[in-house]
């Protein structure tokens, strides 16, 4: 009997184990294995990091060269003291790994198309396998390894990246059980070896939310419902209002180079309202709305005589953040700023000698071609009247829990072969399309950041940014010698009018991109009489320029940017901290006569009226507590929709949103929109009527929000910072603030301005920078989110940068000893 | 007695297994104690309980008091249990003592009542 008890108490006990260490199912997602998530010694307990945590480190690598000693200041930024300079990259590979790994390797997971194979095809929702079917049929791993090859080409570049490669893997391989980061327990995996090919995809991930934006299937949708003139309406080239970076006005030299439409391009490629659409169902897409400010004045205009460089990178806001924060400090060079973890070097920042920011140029430079497979074995596609043999790629998708996936993609002469009737998105008609896009070029883009980060002057600069190709940036420059200059830089094919725009017939070589533009039309703004520089994405030049610049550039930041530097003088680097959050909207202000004037209050209701009197009474400001801007907002939003849904509802297919300028500068000049009228009615409507109802639908929503004691803007936006999990217990929601599209303070719901930086380039440099983050990667840290609030409240760190006898003195939060082995 | 040295030798064995075994080697060591230090089946099973649940317990209630409560909130959400750390703190030391509570008593029956 006591045999028979013990063994079946042995049972229960072995029964509870195997239950505790196997993730169950919760919903549509599973547990992490309890028994050793639970456990404190090995789980999550372990990452619940001490309040008065210091981090003393002693690390020694036969890598290293020589000493690098690292110092934490009170925000936890490292300063980087290297002996020698590729130690600072082993150290920045280190302390990036130290503090962000499960989110260096999940975004290089997320862009080699590899997110199955730790969270299983899908997870809370998610459908990660048509994710990374996606990434990996847009070709992001050929990419990466196009790219890889020149990068290990490089005598500058590859002892950098094999350093930083170094580093990261020093850290992982001190890691057990216990110091995983927290999300590893969670999803129960471990981290791989780190790789310079993980670096490359990391670039690549860049160049496709920068560079990857495009709506040619919705456009060749829409160019066969529309005519001709009703496209170039809904889609117009250019704006009334364009302000590009490029002042009107600066001299453009002639150039050589000369594009030719295709003979057949009438024919083939502008047969609009042809009713003959294609199905495709695009499942990624950037956000439209990544895209940043800069500026840089001249000593002409403030009041120290110094010049001073803004910058405030928009993108998707993430915990934790897509930047980390450091000091380099080598023999060679002294850099201060925003990291990417994944990659080497200060990105967005400033050295001893000048300062450096991005926007991003918005151009499209990816383009599709309908091939012409012969067969379904697709070996052979027509190709300029022969049948030409494509190779094959293979792309195997593991899978957690299931077998592998695999893609098989063939390779044209454009590129990977992207839809075909193999792939589940495919198109239901068996067409095939090859993606043609710049980022499939072999680049090496961290070669322009390694430079700039020693650069002492614009000579420096220049030479740093000749070789950048991809994603296309609008580089600013401010140096203590006083010089601000600004160029879009990179490489960009030279287009005729709409090349590109629709999908192209991939059977004539007479569509291919004919030539890059040659480096000399990329202008560059050195010193102009007006005192500044500046950019927020919209089209670098005027649309006189001699090559097509297809793309989407939103027009209103640029304007109210240059507007303000215009017309102020003595500007300090307050001055700047106020102007780069500030919430005036532009827009709106443009808006609001045209709305106003076509307004009939008199078909308002009592409640629909009061609203309307919020917006009326409205200051034109997007800070938190203003209702007016939530009216104004959910008003032309549902303007946007009732104006245009009846001619979109001609097709069940998607068609590209037209922009909000084209629509307010359509109505603005013409009165008798012809959108207005609903195709679907016998009567015809005006714009009033389209205005009107616009503002009904809007007050169904608005009324709800106010009853809700949620109108005021902050509310109504209703913010927040999301975990890359989109765990909400991981992430910052609701958080009360202004800002929005079109608005200097371009903080829209999950996108914003990611990294703020002023730089004063006085002697002694003054700089001010803070992101919507935290140093640590750890939801365990009071450093994972500690920069939040302040962010919010438009509030800035004034940023140290000191040699490594202050930081001795001064840094408090521990130091970490890096040395020869 | 007995029983008091069975928690103290099951809570010290209970921590250093782990050190270099899984999380769950714990229960060997504390079907071990029971075996050596044998007691009857229910007084066993306590000690056995209360060694990993006092050492689990205080384990994470160290940690968590050091954090400041911060991650303990935030997982306990997670896990869908509300957003109290204590409560998490209290479910870690169950799941602990449970487990070395029937690794206890499977040693206990495997001698003979003296």
Same mark, same amino acid.
């Given at each position: 009997m006591r045999w028979f008890l013990s063994v079946l108490s042995a049972v229960i006990t072995v029964a509870l184990i195997v239950l505790l260490d196997k993730p169950v199912a919760m919903g549509n997602v599973k547990t992490p294995r309890l028994g050793y998530f639970l456990s404190p010694q090995k789980g999550f307990w372990q990452n619940a990091e001490a309040d008065t945590k210091k981090f003393d480190g002693n690390i020694q690598s036969a890598y290293l060269q020589g000493k690098t000693d690292v110092y934490f200041d009170d925000r936890l930024v490292p300063h980087v003291y290297a002996e020698h300079e590729t130690d600072a990259y082993f150290v920045q590979g280190y302390l990036h790994a130290r503090f962000r790994l499960w989110q260096m390797e999940f975004q290089t997971h997320a862009a080699g198309g590899r997110l199955s194979e730790i %969270? *299983?095809? /899908? $997870?809370a929702g998610t459908d990660f396998l048509s994710i990374d079917k996606f990434f990996r049929r847009l070709g992001m791993v050929y990419a990466a390894e196009q790219s890889l090859k020149v990068m290990e080409a490089d005598e500058i570049i590859k002892p950098e990246i094999d350093a930083y490669t170094a580093g990261v893997n020093a850290y992982i391989a001190s890691l057990d059980e216990g110091s995983l980061p927290l999300e590893y327990k969670l999803l129960d995996y471990k981290p791989e070896s780190w790789t310079n090919l993980k670096t490359a995809l990391f670039m690549k991930y860049m160049a496709y939310d920068l560079a990857g934006f495009e709506e040619d299937f919705e456009k060749t949708n829409a160019k066969h419902i529309f005519t001709k003139e009703q496209f170039k309406k809904l889609y117009p080239y250019g704006q009334d209002i364009l302000d590009p970076v490029i002042a009107k006005g600066t001299p453009i030299a002639k150039s050589a180079l000369v594009v030719k439409k295709p003979a057949t391009a009438d024919s083939l490629y502008f047969d609009f309202r042809k009713n003959d659409s294609i199905p495709v169902k695009v499942k990624l897409k950037p956000d439209p709305a990544n895209g940043s400010n800069n500026w840089a004045v001249a000593g002409s205009k403030t009041k120290s005589g110094k010049p001073i460089l803004c910058n405030d990178p928009h993108l998707g806001l993430n915990l934790p953040s897509i930047w980390y924060e450091m000091q380099i400090s080598t023999p060679e060079f002294n850099a201060y700023g925003a990291t990417f &973890? *994944?990659? &080497?070097? =200060? =990105?967005?920042g400033f050295n001893d000698s000048c300062a450096f920011g991005f926007t991003n140029a918005e151009r499209d430079v990816r383009d599709y071609y309908e091939i012409t497979f012969r067969d379904t074995s697709m070996r052979e596609y027509w190709f300029d009247s022969t049948w030409q043999p494509t190779t094959f790629r293979d792309e195997v998708i593991k899978i957690k829990g299931a077998p592998a996936d695999t893609q098989h993609i063939a390779m044209t002469v454009w590129g990977p =072969? %992207? $839809? #075909? /009737?193999? $792939?589940? #998105?495919?198109l239901k008609d068996g067409k095939a399309y090859a993606c043609r896009w710049k980022a499939h070029d072999a680049s090496n883009e961290l070669l322009t950041f390694n430079r700039l980060n020693r650069a002492k002057n614009f000579n420096d600069y220049t030479n740093a940014i000749a070789t950048y190709q991809c994603p296309g940036q609008n580089m600013v420059f401010a140096a203590k010698n006083g010089d601000i200059a600004i160029r879009q830089q990179g490489q960009f094919p030279a287009k005729w009018r709409w090349q590109g725009d629709f999908a192209m017939p991939g059977s004539d070589s007479a569509y291919r991109w004919q030539s890059m533009i040659p480096d000399s039309m990329n202008i560059t703004m050195l010193n102009p009489q007006r005192g500044f520089v500046s950019s927020a994405n919209q089209y670098p030049y005027d649309t006189a320029y001699p090559y097509y610049l297809g793309g989407s550039y939103p027009p209103y930041r640029g304007f109210i940017i240059n507007w303000k530097l215009a017309n102020r003088q003595n500007f300090t680097a307050e001055d700047m901290q106020i102007m780069q959050t500030d919430n005036y909207n532009v827009f709106a202000r443009l808006a609001k006569p045209v709305l106003t004037k076509y307004m009939d209050a008199s078909q308002l209701s009592n409640s629909e009226k009061k609203l309307y009197d919020i917006f009326i009474a409205w200051n034109l400001r997007n800070d938190a507590a203003e209702k007016g801007a939530s009216v104004f907002t959910a008003w032309y939003d549902s303007l946007m929709s009732v104006m245009y849904q009846d001619e979109f509802a001609q097709t069940q297919l998607p068609l590209p949103e037209p922009a909000q300028s084209s629509l307010l500068e359509g109505i603005g000049k013409d009165s008798l929109y012809e959108f207005a009228d609903d195709i679907r009615t016998p009567q015809k409507e005006t714009i009033t009527d389209m205005v009107v109802l616009a503002f009904k639908k809007a007050a169904e929503v608005l009324q709800k929000a106010n009853t809700g004691n949620s109108l005021a803007w902050g509310k109504f936006k209703d913010s927040g910072i999301r975990h890359l999990l989109r765990i909400p217990a991981l992430s910052r929601l609701h958080l009360l603030a202004g800002g929005g599209v079109h608005i200097i303070n371009a903080h829209k719901q999950y996108h914003g301005p990611s990294w703020r930086m002023v730089v004063h380039l006085t002697d002694e440099t003054e700089a001010y920078g803070i992101y919507p983050g935290g140093q640590s990667g750890n939801p365990g840290s009071k450093y994972y989110d500690n920069f939040i609030n302040d962010w919010v409240q438009g509030k800035y760190y004034r940023i140290k940068i000191v040699g490594q006898d202050v930081a001795a003195k001064e840094m408090v939060k521990g130091k970490i000893v890096f040395s020869k082995a | 007695m007995k029983f008091l040295i069975a928690i103290i030798l099951t809570a010290l064995l209970g921590y250093a297994a782990p050190l270099f075994l899984p999380w769950w080697s714990f229960a060997a060591t504390s079907f071990i104690v029971a075996v050596i230090v044998h007691q009857k089946a229910a007084s066993a099973f306590l000690a056995g309980f209360a060694g990993l649940f006092l050492l689990w317990g205080m384990h994470a209630l160290l940690l968590d008091s050091a954090n400041n409560h911060l991650l303990a909130t935030k997982i306990a959400q997670v896990l869908g249990i509300g957003s109290s750390a204590f409560m998490l703190v209290l479910v870690t030391a169950l799941v602990g003592g449970l487990v070395s509570g029937f690794a206890a008593l499977a040693g206990s029956f495997t001698r003979k009542p003296s």
């Open positions: %969270m *299983g095809a /899908s $997870y &973890p *994944g990659t &080497p070097s =200060v =990105v967005i =072969v %992207m $839809y #075909d /009737s193999r $792939y589940e #998105d495919a | -």
